[in-house]
T-cell receptor, first 114, second 113 residues
């Protein structure tokens, strides 16, 4: 099974509504959970992250929540705007070989309808 | 990823050709990562360097993939005898100022015909 599972794979919302994307992870030792935004043809860009010592973090219209017991974390975007349309990826450090490498979810295509 | 430069941005190769993809990281950065992003998927870890030492290559999909960073700065990802399934964007990344952060370059899009 996947080490980082992300859903939904696609999400459409009306401008001004909220969007929520959820991820689960398998490695209980993971302690860092970033979210990346990737516009078409561009590189993934870090938009927000959270560490395991807090349960929630906010940055303007974006927030991330973490439930370590359940091993899941979520991205919340409020008052969505058309420029929020992009693919969003969650990630978590999962054991790989001799180290713990950042492993990405499969992505959520967010479309904000004007 | 300000400062992480990758070349070429686009590469078309015939099946069986060898390719080399270059990453110029942010000056002075110790850590360097390579990821592969297939169409419609998230980035997948390939390999990791600390200075010139390749500390983790567990993500390289086959022995046709080889990465090096001989002087601890520029890195090259080489793919021998390319196959169609190698078609993807290859992303290079440096770490940020805080533990765990990764900042990506613009990537090299490889298309194998």
């Amino acid at each position: 099974g996947e080490n980082v599972e992300q859903h939904p794979s696609t999400l459409s919302v009306q401008e001004g509504d909220s969007a929520v994307i959820k991820c689960t992870y398998s490695d209980s030792a993971s302690n860092y959970f970033p979210w990346y935004k990737q516009e078409l043809g561009k590189r993934p860009q870090l938009i927000i992250d959270i560490r395991s010592n807090v349960g929630e973090k906010k940055d303007q219209r974006i927030a991330v929540t973490l439930n370590k017991t359940a091993k899941h974390f979520s991205l919340h975007i409020t008052e969505t705007q058309p420029e929020d349309s992009a693919v969003y990826f969650c990630a978590a450090p999962i054991s790989s070989g001799s180290a713990r490498q950042l492993t990405f979810g499969s992505g959520t295509q967010l479309t904000v309808l004007p | 990823g300000a400062g992480v430069s990758q070349s070429p941005r686009y590469k078309v190769a015939k099946r069986g050709q060898d390719v080399a993809l270059r990453c110029d990281p942010i000056s002075g950065h110790v850590s360097l990562f390579w990821y592969q992003q297939a169409l419609g998927q998230g980035p997948e870890f390939l390999t990791y360097f600390q200075n010139e030492a390749q500390l983790d290559k567990s993500g390289l999909p086959s022995d046709r993939f080889f990465a090096e960073r001989p002087e601890g700065s520029v890195s090259t990802l080489k793919i021998q005898r390319t196959q169609q399934e190698d078609s993807a964007v290859y992303l290079c990344a440096n770490t940020g100022p805080n533990t765990g952060e990764l900042f990506f370059g613009e990537g090299s899009r490889l298309t194998v015909l």
